[in-house]
């Protein structure tokens, strides 16, 4: 089958389905100027951090609540790294599915905050936000645009405590909320699964995929490279994630595209 042939199914797929869950990682966002994990402003690419730390140490949950001030230059440092961006066209296009049909949702690993800028507001959210500050002594919490301006590492205005990005650093566990989320998600049922922008390596991510496999839910992979799932997938899309939602869209719509 033929790039134009699997754009075909693909939109056949969508448009029959009223349930779709999209899971988005790092690749989603590279669409918008964000560098992927290991190339995170080339700042940590196979090398240690000033402090002679490896970044997984740096921003470990166990660093923040010994030495935040060593988590939170590193988290800053990514912060500015990436600050400005704007949604781009995949996730804009998700957003728009969501405004169409009641039962479009996203599983996201990014904490940039992005679909939520874009307008989806049936998040999962299971790494967190940069975009929310919680206090690690107290209940106080406040969302904030970016770290421009912060006093590092930012103390509670309630109790003096140490201020955090809400987000899951390294060693810690998932949230329990967006996890209870998700299973119940699950648990209604999907028509269609995507998996965008992401190697799938964790069995959090994978886990939809390979249940819907095992349930002969259809899936799509919208990757360039191969991942933990490319082999479960009924529908792969080797194209970044602008390049390809486009194009399923104005199957969708095709007098839109004709405008």
Not at 192 to 212: D, E, M, N
Request: glycine letters at 8%.
């Amino acid at each position: 089958m033929n790039d134009s042939q699997t754009y075909d199914s693909v939109a056949h797929l969508v448009r029959d389905a009223q349930r779709i869950l999209f899971i988005t990682g790092a690749g989603i966002s590279a669409d918008s100027g964000l560098p992927t994990y290991r190339g995170i402003g080339g700042l940590y690419h196979e090398r240690l951090t000033e402090h002679g730390l490896t970044i997984e140490d740096a921003l470990s949950g166990r660093m923040m609540e010994t030495h935040p001030e060593v988590a939170w230059k590193y988290l800053a440092e990514i912060e500015a790294n990436c600050r400005g961006a704007e949604p781009n066209i995949a996730h804009r296009l998700i957003a728009a599915l969501e405004r169409e049909r009641a039962g479009v949702w996203v599983l996201t690993q990014n904490v940039d905050g992005l679909h939520r800028a874009a307008g989806s507001t049936r998040l999962i959210e299971i790494h967190g936000t940069v975009h929310r500050l919680r206090c690690t002594e107290c209940s106080h919490a406040r969302n904030v645009p970016d770290f421009s301006g912060l006093r590092l590492p930012p103390a509670c205005p309630v109790c003096g405590g140490v201020l955090r990005p809400d987000v899951v650093l390294f060693g810690e566990m998932l949230p329990e909320r967006e996890l209870a989320r998700l299973e119940a998600v699950l648990l209604e049922g999907v028509d269609l699964v995507f998996s965008i922008g992401t190697t799938s390596a964790f069995p959090y991510i994978a886990g939809p995929v390979w249940w819907a496999q095992q349930m002969g839910i259809p899936t799509v992979e919208i990757n360039p490279g191969d991942t933990e799932v490319s082999r479960l997938v009924t529908h792969r899309l080797r194209h970044r994630a602008a390049e390809a939602m486009p194009e399923i869209w104005k199957r969708l719509h095709p007098e839109a595209a004709e405008g």
